[in-house]
């Protein structure tokens, strides 16, 4: 049976780290149709809204949608309702995609390309889970306002307790999978989301009790995160939290442009689960069609796609275990070069294919 993708490129580097992710998802499995649409600021440009009707639809009439970057420079200061942005905001809520799985991992050969001292990284292989559909970034009001002439704006962090518990629940049935070890990141101390957090996770542990709990403040998570990063295993926590710990902890690998992400939802069943993949990078439009992007975390996403929507463990493996060999062998991208010899976009893909 034909599987059908969703592959929306978007801004940025997002179409040439899309190609070359679609390149190697068509060698392992050339029978995945990909069919591509407009997303974002290449939506807006063609005055079209960030997510048109016919992106809408490809997407619900697909197995899973492999998503590149959105964003660029001229939105900057726009409201939301008129940035690219939009788009991932609108595809989250919407379809319902409330677990954005993020693994982190450094690859053998690149722990001398993390900011931190190579003994501290070595063999990193940690996942945040982060929520993805609650909190600050969707609660309502949500306004810019003027009252008794001044101005002012409002954000709503709420949380409710089912959505708590069934981002819980993912964050423990990884956990229970690899070493056993979850953290739970809040700011109980100031915020009653957090503390409802708290509870309910605390709640969702009785059902685990071979896994390992811990609770953190978010500002100490930040911290440890940079101090002992090898102890974590699954993070767990919300929205906001997890966007911010999400891009610390990438970049503990040397490059943010090697880091995946999943977003899943409650469509489908395990393994043939509708997802969102992209690269937890954004658009970064000062790179933009170079050919010097990294491919890493396209070619991965779509890895994670194979695994969790397409029920294809077996080419999820070959296509990490082809990357690993790459950076085994030396192969690096621009902003990992230090001196070695650089591979463009297409080439690092490449190199990848031709170890599938
Ligand atoms: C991410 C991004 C998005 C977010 C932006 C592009 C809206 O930073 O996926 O982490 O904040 O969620
Ligand atoms: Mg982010």
């Given at each position: 049976?034909?599987e059908t993708?969703?592959?929306?490129?978007?801004?940025?580097?997002?179409?040439?780290?899309?190609?070359?992710?679609?390149?190697?998802?068509?060698?392992?499995?050339?029978?995945?149709?990909?069919?591509?649409?407009?997303?974002?600021?290449?939506?807006?440009?063609?005055?079209?809204?960030?997510l048109p009707?016919?992106?809408?639809?490809?997407?619900?009439?697909?197995?899973?949608?492999?998503?590149?970057?959105?964003?660029?420079?001229?939105?900057?200061?726009?409201?939301?309702?008129?940035?690219?942005?939009?788009?991932?905001?609108?595809?989250?809520?919407?379809?319902?995609?409330?677990?954005?799985?993020?693994?982190?991992?450094?690859?053998?050969?690149?722990?001398?390309?993390?900011?931190?001292?190579?003994?501290?990284?070595?063999?990193?292989?940690?996942?945040?889970?982060?929520?993805?559909?609650?909190?600050?970034?969707?609660?309502?009001?949500?306004?810019?306002?003027?009252?008794?002439?001044?101005?002012?704006?409002?954000?709503?962090?709420?949380?409710?307790?089912?959505?708590?518990?069934?981002?819980?629940?993912?964050?423990?049935?990884?956990?229970?999978?690899?070493?056993?070890?979850?953290?739970?990141?809040?700011?109980?101390?100031?915020?009653?989301?957090?503390?409802?957090?708290?509870?309910?996770?605390?709640?969702?542990?009785?059902?685990?009790?071979?896994?390992?709990?811990?609770?953190?403040?978010?500002?100490?998570?930040?911290?440890?995160?940079?101090?002992?990063?090898?102890?974590?295993?699954?993070?767990?926590?919300?929205?906001?939290?997890?966007?911010?710990?999400?891009?610390?902890?990438?970049?503990?690998?040397?490059?943010?442009?090697?880091?995946?992400?999943?977003?899943?939802?409650?469509?489908?069943?395990?393994?043939?689960?509708?997802?969102?993949?992209?690269?937890?990078?954004?658009?970064?439009?000062?790179?933009?069609?170079?050919?010097?992007?990294?491919?890493?975390?396209?070619?991965?996403?779509?890895?994670?796609?194979?695994?969790?929507?397409?029920?294809?463990?077996?080419?999820?493996?070959?296509?990490?275990?082809?990357?690993?060999?790459?950076?085994?062998?030396?192969?690096?991208?621009?902003?990992?070069?230090?001196?070695?010899?650089?591979?463009?976009?297409?080439?690092?893909?490449?190199?990848v294919a031709?170890?599938?």
């Amino acid at each position: 049976m034909s599987e059908t993708i969703a592959l929306l490129p978007g801004d940025g580097v997002g179409p040439e780290v899309m190609r070359a992710a679609a390149g190697v998802l068509a060698r392992v499995r050339p029978d995945v149709t990909c069919e591509e649409a407009l997303v974002g600021g290449a939506a807006l440009e063609r005055g079209l809204p960030a997510l048109p009707d016919a992106t809408r639809a490809l997407c619900e009439r697909s197995a899973a949608i492999l998503f590149g970057s959105v964003g660029l420079p001229q939105y900057e200061g726009k409201p939301l309702e008129r940035r690219p942005e939009l788009a991932l905001f609108l595809l989250r809520r919407d379809f319902e995609l409330f677990a954005n799985i993020r693994p982190v991992r450094v690859f053998p050969g690149l722990e001398d390309a993390s900011s931190l001292r190579p003994e501290l990284v070595t063999g990193l292989d940690l996942i945040v889970v982060r929520e993805l559909t609650g909190g600050i970034y969707y609660g309502k009001p949500k306004e810019q306002r003027t009252v008794e002439g001044v101005d002012e704006a409002v954000d709503t962090m709420i949380y409710r307790a089912p959505e708590v518990e069934r981002i819980a629940r993912i964050g423990f049935e990884l956990a229970r999978g690899r070493r056993k070890r979850l953290t739970s990141v809040d700011k109980q101390n100031i915020l009653e989301t957090s503390r409802l957090w708290r509870r309910v996770v605390d709640d969702v542990a009785r059902d685990y009790p071979e896994v390992a709990l811990e609770h953190l403040l978010v500002d100490n998570a930040a911290m440890q995160l940079v101090r002992r990063p090898g102890d974590f295993d699954v993070i767990v926590t919300e929205n906001m939290f997890g966007d911010i710990l999400s891009d610390e902890a990438a970049i503990l690998t040397g490059s943010i442009g090697t880091l995946p992400s999943a977003s899943l939802g409650a469509r489908g069943r395990p393994g043939r689960q509708f997802g969102l993949y992209e690269p937890v990078a954004g658009s970064a439009p000062d790179i933009a069609g170079k050919g010097i992007a990294n491919p890493t975390a396209a070619i991965l996403s779509a890895a994670m796609l194979l695994r969790y929507s397409l029920d294809d463990e077996a080419s999820a493996a070959r296509i990490e275990r082809a990357v690993e060999g790459v950076y085994r062998d030396g192969g690096r991208t621009a902003e990992l070069a230090r001196g070695a010899k650089v591979l463009s976009t297409k080439a690092f893909a490449g190199e990848v294919a031709a170890r599938l």
